[in-house]
């Protein structure tokens, strides 16, 4: 039953599956499960809330010392959970905001044989994740007024994953989507100006600066056409 919840309430979602051609132990798909959800909510705490781990050398002080230790046990006993349940909350509330309207959020998932943890089943974790959607941004011409708008909002890959294409799969899918069932034929991503690594990741997937800044960030556009 559990499992038709979620299937119902993500109707409106692409439910388009990727299975990679570079391995078989990828796939790209929209969360439909509670634990899809749970582990989308982990991944995005651990990503942006998570605290920066303290550098801790022979200048240290003690009272430095225990402090960083003190704060991040706080927050792996509670801050974490708190965290997490909320992404979570918030994640789920838009699915069922975004309903049957263009959205898109999707997971990538690796296939694990199994740990001590699992009892050695075979599961899939969440390495990675994509949203994106429409916005509505002024015409360049004048006198057409506002236009639909498709851009990535959030993008991440858990660190011990990166640089194995993941990220670049994921936009892929985001691209596909786009283009196929949106028709649009731009993809839009607003990037931190500081924000170099994400800068060349886009430049390297075929993304142009074109010059513009929205919300003190640098657009990138990739013409898909």
Same mark, same amino acid.
């Given at each position: 039953h559990r499992h038709n919840y979620w299937s119902r309430m993500l109707l409106g979602l692409s439910l388009h599956?990727?299975?990679?051609?570079f391995t078989d132990a990828l796939l790209i798909a929209p969360p439909t499960t509670n634990d899809d959800w749970r582990q989308l909510a982990a991944l995005v705490?651990?990503?942006?809330?998570?605290?920066?781990?303290?550098?801790?050398?022979?200048?240290?002080?003690?009272?430095?010392?225990?402090?960083?230790?003190?704060?991040?046990?706080g927050w792996n006993l509670v801050g974490r959970s708190l965290a997490e349940q909320h992404t979570y909350?918030?994640?789920?509330? =838009?699915? #069922?905001?975004? *309903?049957?309207?263009?959205?898109?959020?999707?997971?990538?998932?690796?296939?694990n044989a199994g740990t001590t943890e699992s009892n050695y089943v075979p599961f899939y974790e969440t390495v990675g994740m994509i949203e994106m959607g429409l916005t509505l941004?002024?015409?360049?011409?004048?006198?057409?007024?506002?236009?639909?708008r498709a851009i990535v909002g959030v993008i991440c890959v858990r660190s011990g994953f990166q640089k194995r294409g993941i990220g670049k799969a994921l936009l892929q899918q985001?691209?596909?989507?786009?283009?196929?069932k949106w028709k649009e034929n731009d993809l839009f991503v607003e990037i931190?100006?500081? =924000?170099? #690594?994400?800068? *060349?990741?886009?430049?390297l997937c075929g993304y142009d600066n074109i010059d513009e800044m929205r919300n003190a960030k640098v657009?990138?556009?990739?013409?898909?056409?």
């Amino acid at each position: 039953h559990r499992h038709n919840y979620w299937s119902r309430m993500l109707l409106g979602l692409s439910l388009h599956v990727l299975l990679l051609p570079f391995t078989d132990a990828l796939l790209i798909a929209p969360p439909t499960t509670n634990d899809d959800w749970r582990q989308l909510a982990a991944l995005v705490v651990d990503t942006f809330d998570s605290p920066p781990t303290a550098t801790i050398t022979y200048e240290t002080s003690f009272p430095q010392r225990v402090q960083s230790r003190i704060e991040r046990t706080g927050w792996n006993l509670v801050g974490r959970s708190l965290a997490e349940q909320h992404t979570y909350d918030r994640y789920v509330r =838009n699915a #069922r905001k975004m *309903r049957g309207k263009k959205y898109g959020l999707y997971l990538a998932k690796e296939y694990n044989a199994g740990t001590t943890e699992s009892n050695y089943v075979p599961f899939y974790e969440t390495v990675g994740m994509i949203e994106m959607g429409l916005t509505l941004e002024p015409s360049d011409n004048p006198t057409e007024g506002l236009k639909p708008r498709a851009i990535v909002g959030v993008i991440c890959v858990r660190s011990g994953f990166q640089k194995r294409g993941i990220g670049k799969a994921l936009l892929q899918q985001c691209e596909q989507l786009a283009i196929e069932k949106w028709k649009e034929n731009d993809l839009f991503v607003e990037i931190e100006p500081d =924000n170099e #690594r994400a800068l *060349r990741f886009f430049s390297l997937c075929g993304y142009d600066n074109i010059d513009e800044m929205r919300n003190a960030k640098v657009c990138v556009r990739r013409k898909m056409e």
